[in-house]
C-alpha cells in the first residue's frame, strides 16, 4: 500500500587482532582532557500527526550550555556543512541479530541478501550470551559487533563474512586500573574511511536501586585497538544520569549522531534524545527533542542531508506506538515514514548504500520482529523475512564486497 509520509518543518582496513591493553596509548581527547584523569574524577494507515511541541524550530540558535544544566546544547558551534556526494555505492547485506532461544539470552549476528533469499548466521556465541549492534566496516567485507554476557562483560569483536575466525579486539583497561569496574565497550560503529570505530563505554560503581552504572560516554578508536580517544563528557560531572550509546558516522566522518538515555536522576529524568557531536568532540548539541523520545542507533543517508532514527513511547524497547522518522542534521524537518499511532513496535532503520531503500524491524502485536524494507517516503513496505520466534533485528546494511 502507498503511505505519504507527513512533513513536520515547523516549528576493509587491515585489522591487527587483539592488541595487547599494554600496548595500547591513551590520547588526549578533542575536549582537552586526559583520558585517564577523566575516568577518575505496518502498512494501511497514513503517518500521525505529531504534536507541534515536539517539533523544533525550523532554524534552531544553539546556545551555550549554563554550568550545572541538563545536558543539551554544548557550544554554539553549527552542523558542520556535508562534503560533496560520493557516488553512490553498491548494495551488499544486511547484517542484524537474532535470538536463539526463546528466552531471548542468546543472540547471533547474522547477514541476509537485500531480496531475503539468502541468510546466514555468522557467530556462534557460547549459551547465555549476546553478540549484537553489528556494524559494517566501508567495504562489505569486514563486521564489528559486541559481545556481553557469559564471560564476556561487553567488548567489541571483529569477524569476516564468513564468521570464521571472530576476534576481541580487547578492551581498554588494564588490570588494576582504578576506571575499570564494571567496564564495558559496546555500541561499536565504523568510521567511513575504515580507520576508526566509535563505541560507547561504561565504567564505575553501580548504584544498588537502578542498576545504573556511573559514567558512560563516547569513544573512538582505531581498529588495531589503539589510541583510544574520550569524545564525549555527558556524565563526566553528573555520575549516575544516563548512558551515551549506538554512535553512528556522517558519510563525511567528520561528525557522530549518538543516543543519550537519561536515568531517573538524570534531567529530563527517564527520557531519551539523539545527539550530534563532531568527531573532535567539539559541537556537542541536542538533536532531537525529548518528548520525541528518539533512540537506539540512527544512521546517516549516504548523502549527508537525512538521519533515520526510531522513537519508543516510553521505557521499554519493544512497547508499540513508537515510528521511524528522518530528520535533517540540523534537527529541522523532522518527517514520519510510518503510521502512528500503532500497535506496532518499530526497531532499528538503515539506509541502503545508494541510498534508494530503508531496512528496519518492525514488531506486530503479538508477533516477532521481523526486517523490512521500504522506500524512502515509507511507501513500498516489504518483508524481508519471516522467521516467527526468532526475533530479527538491528539490521546494518553494507556495501557489496569488491569483486575480482
Not at 581527547?29 to 575516568?39: T, W
Not at 574524577?41 to 515536539?54: K, M, N, R, V
Not at 525550523?58 to 554544548?74: N, Q, R
Request: charged share 20%; aromatic share 6%.
Amino acid at each position: 500500500m502507498t503511505r505519504t509520509r507527513t512533513r513536520l518543518s515547523r516549528t576493509t582496513p587491515t585489522i591487527h587482532r587483539t592488541t595487547p591493553a599494554t600496548a595500547r596509548t591513551r590520547h588526549r581527547a578533542g575536549a582537552g582532557l586526559l583520558l585517564a584523569g577523566a575516568l577518575l574524577t505496518g502498512c494501511g494507515a497514513q503517518p500521525g500527526d505529531i504534536p507541534l511541541s515536539e517539533i523544533r524550530a525550523e532554524s534552531p540558535t544553539p546556545t551555550a550550555e549554563p554550568a550545572g544544566a541538563a545536558p543539551d546544547v554544548v557550544g554554539a558551534a553549527a552542523a558542520t556543512p556535508a562534503a560533496p556526494a560520493a557516488p553512490a555505492a553498491p548494495n551488499g547485506l544486511i547484517a542484524g541479530r537474532v535470538f536463539l532461544d526463546q528466552e531471548r539470552l542468546t543472540s547471533a549476528i547474522f547477514t541476509v541478501t537485500a531480496d531475503g533469499r539468502t541468510r546466514q548466521q555468522l557467530t556462534r556465541p557460547p549459551e547465555q550470551t549476546r553478540d549484537d549492534h553489528p556494524s559494517w566496516a566501508p567495504d562489505g567485507t569486514t563486521l564489528a559487533f559486541d559481545r556481553t554476557g557469559g564471560d564476556s562483560p561487553g567488548r567489541i569483536w571483529i569477524t569476516g563474512t564468513d564468521g570464521r575466525d571472530a576476534q576481541p579486539l580487547g578492551s581498554l583497561c588494564q588490570a588494576g586500573a582504578p576506571d575499570c569496574l564494571n567496564e564495558t565497550e559496546t555500541t561499536p560503529a565504523w568510521s567511513p574511511d575504515g580507520t576508526q570505530l566509535a563505541f560507547t563505554r561504561t565504567w564505575g560503581e553501580s548504584d544498588p536501586t537502578t542498576e545504573q552504572i556511573q559514567y558512560s560516554d563516547l569513544y573512538v578508536i582505531g581498529t588495531d585497538g589503539t589510541t583510544a580517544q574520550r569524545i564525549t563528557f555527558l556524565t563526566n560531572d553528573t555520575p549516575y544520569s544516563g548512558t551515551v550509546t549506538d554512535p553512528a558516522w556522517s558519510p563525511d566522518g567528520t561528525q557522530l549522531v549518538f543516543s543519550y538515555r537519561t536515568s531517573s536522576t538524570g534531567q529530563p529524568a527517564n527520557s531519551r534524545a539523539l545527539y550530534i557531536v563532531n568527531a573532535d568532540g567539539t559541537g556537542l548539541r541536542r538533536l532531537t527533542p525529548w518528548e520525541l523520545r528518539a533512540g537506539e542507533r540512527a544512521n546517516w543517508s549516504p548523502d549527508g542531508g537525512h538521519i533515520v532514527f526510531t522513537t519508543y513511547p516510553t521505557d521499554t524497547d519493544t512497547a508499540p506506538g513508537g515510528g521511524i522518522y528522518t530528520v535533517h542534521p540540523d534537527g529541522t524537518a523532522i518527517e514520519a515514514l510510518t503510521p502512528g499511532p500503532s500497535d506496532i513496535a518499530y526497531g532499528v532503520a538503515s539506509y541502503s548504500p545508494d541510498g534508494t531503500t530503508i531496512a528496519f524491524a518492525q514488531t506486530p502485536a503479538g508477533g516477532s520482529s521481523e526486517l523490512y524494507t521500504m522506500h524512502l517516503d515509507g511507501s513500498g513496505v516489504a518483508r524481508l523475512s519471516d522467521t516467527p520466534g526468532r526475533e530479527e533485528s538491528r539490521p546494518d546494511w553494507g556495501t557489496a564486497q569488491p569483486q575480482g
